[in-house]
């Protein structure tokens, strides 16, 4: 086929950016802003030599499942790439992109999946679900101050303040600040030169308590005549945080490292279910409360936890997940690399009177090792939440060699899930449950919440053995500390460190040397062997004749 070249084509299909299938003698065609069951008139756009990207010359009879979108710019805007389609078609559309991914990239048995596959969990109502919006500011070709959003793959603001995904307040709002930045000859960023200095606008308002945080992204350190500013926005009901954040540096990133606050408090606040959450303007928080409070309860369902439970929340952020999974377990680590998430995960945990989390900063395939080492932490439950590239691969070994009972992995994006549950059931653990959660309406991403379990022998058989004539001797002296570790693990699922080993040996009078189990300073304390822990090391002792 030539560029340019018109045919029609009936969509079969949509791929997993939203964009429509169809074929023509065999030849695929990727087609803009047609959905499944259309049949159109597609004009080619750019042909290879197997297939083609093209975009609607003509919709010549519209699919049953087309509905008309809310949104006027909806073709243009990258946001909602799936709007025109009914509803139930989205879910259908997301479900069955989690189950084929699972089983293309995933390497899973599609009968498998389908067995572990629960149905989707969708929202009542579709739109206006976002607590959090990031509007960039720019000038039209008339020299006018505009706020939108970005068209697809492109940085043109398409002129736009009433999103229909977004919150309902948000055009108040950027009335105010575009008027405000017209009548103090406030300027507009400049990508491309770099000059002016508002460059975006971001608004987060709790879903429950409605207060509302508005935060200007500027390309410098003063915001002039804010207080005109600060002035009209505290008019509106429930204005609670209002700041500026500084970004001087020629980079797509949003957001600058340092936030000057103008009026008002640091944080709003929100809830999901019964936790109370401090949200700042660097805070990472889920933007649809509703289902949030769905997919985070599904988590903890698939956790089984009894009170009793040591958990790991790994990617933990501010502490969204751990401080829910606390409602029902003995004690909750979480872990993240970014210190002011930490900060705001420990505050978040003062401020609900949970007692029984702790967090740490660092890499989780470093701190879970260390704490396991030198405290002896070991975990029944780990539940991992990940950014969109999924696990680091050191992370996964780590949880692989941590063996906790169930794994709970929370995913925003199916393709890397699949990837790295390849990795985690090769061997140790076995897919239980999948379920996808759609927490963004009308766009091609979805989540989705597994539990993993641990593989264990279906059958065991009893074998007496006479080690009366037997020469145990070589296992007296020969039987070290990796291989103790490995029959406990093997007899009783437990992790042993090699301190509560030389702990029990010198307890049953074996010599462990004279500076092994002694402390790195004279003050320092060691946690002391469990009781179950303590058993199991005696057993393996006596299975290798050492007592």
């Known amino acids: 086929m030539n560029k340019n070249e018109v045919v029609r084509v009936v969509i079969e299909d949509i791929g997993n950016e939203g964009e429509a299938i169809g074929k023509v003698d065999g030849y695929t065609l990727f087609i803009k802003d047609a959905i499944v069951g259309d049949i159109v008139d597609a004009k080619i756009v750019k042909p290879k030599k197997s297939y083609a ?47 084929n991914n699972l089983i293309r990239i995933g390497k899973f048995e599609e009968g498998m999946i389908d067995a572990v596959m ?25 020299g006018n101050i505009i706020t939108g959003f970005y068209a697809g793959r492109t940085h043109t603001i398409i002129p736009n303040m009433d999103c229909c995904i977004g919150d309902i307040q948000n ?17 507009a960023y400049n990508e491309e030169t770099g000059k002016g200095l508002v460059r975006h606008v971001l608004i987060r308002i709790g879903h429950k308590t409605r207060e509302i945080m508005v935060c200007l992204i500027i390309n410098g350190k003063k915001l002039p005549a804010s207080e005109k500013l600060v002035n009209e926005l505290c008019k509106l009901d429930k204005m609670t945080s209002i700041s500026f954040s500084v970004n001087t540096e020629n980079t797509n990133v949003i957001m600058g490292k340092e936030i000057v606050k103008l009026w008002g408090k640091a944080y709003i606040t929100d809830f ?69 998430a930490i900060e705001d995960a420990r505050r978040n945990a003062d401020i609900n009177g949970i007692q029984n989390t702790e967090f740490y900063v660092g890499k989780a395939e470093e701190v879970l090792p260390q704490k396991y080492a030198e405290e002896g932490i070991h975990a029944d439950v780990i539940v991992v939440d990940p950014p969109r590239k999924g696990c680091d691969e050191q992370c996964l070994q780590t949880m692989l060699k941590m063996q906790p009972e169930r794994i709970v992995y929370v995913s925003c994006d199916s393709a890397t899930l699949a990837r790295d549950l390849a990795i985690l059931c090769e061997k140790d653990y076995r897919l239980e449950k999948v379920r996808a959660v759609d927490q963004f309406g009308h766009t091609v991403h979805v ?27 070589s296992a007296e002296s020969k039987a070290t500390y990796n291989e103790i570790q490995q029959y406990v693990l093997k007899e009783t699922g437990l992790m042993v460190s090699n301190l509560y080993i030389a702990q029990i040996k ?42």
């Not at 149905?119 to 720019?138: D, L, S, T, V």
């Not at 279910?273 to 303007?281: D, H, K, R, V």
């Open 118 to 142: 629960e149905p989707i969990i969708g929202m009542e109502e579709p739109y206006h679900y976002r607590n959090k919006a990031q509007f960039p500011i720019g000038a039209d070709k008339e």
């Open 272 to 340: 999901i279910g019964a936790i109370q959450f401090q949200i700042s303007p660097l805070s990472f928080y889920q933007v649809n409360s509703v289902q949030t409070e769905k997919l985070y309860g599904l988590a903890l369902e698939y956790a089984d936890l009894k009170g009793v439970e040591t958990v790991w929340d790994l990617y933990c952020g501010i502490g969204t997940i751990s401080l829910f999974l606390s409602q029902k377990a003995k004690q909750v680590y979480g872990v993240e690399i970014v210190p002011q």
């Open 447 to 473: 989540e989705t919440v597994v539990l993993l379990s641990q593989r264990k022998a279906d059958n065991h058989i009893e074998v007496d053995l006479d080690l009366d004539g037997l020469d145990v001797t």
């Open 506 to 547: 010198k307890k049953c009078g074996i010599d462990v040397g004279e500076c092994f189990n002694k402390p790195k300073t004279e003050n320092a304390k060691q946690p002391k062997c469990p009781e179950d822990k303590e058993k199991a090391i005696k057993d393996a002792l006596k299975h290798f004749g050492m007592i």
């Open 53 to 99: 990207y093209a975009r609607v010359d003509k919709i010549i009879t519209p699919s049953p499942y087309r509905v008309t979108p809310r949104c006027t710019y909806h073709k243009q805007c990258g946001g909602c790439q799936i709007q025109a389609l009914d509803y139930q078609k989205q879910l259908e559309f997301k479900q069955k992109k989690v189950r």
């Open 171 to 187: 055009e108040a709002i950027l009335k105010i600040v575009l008027k405000y930045m017209k009548e103090n000859q406030i300027s």
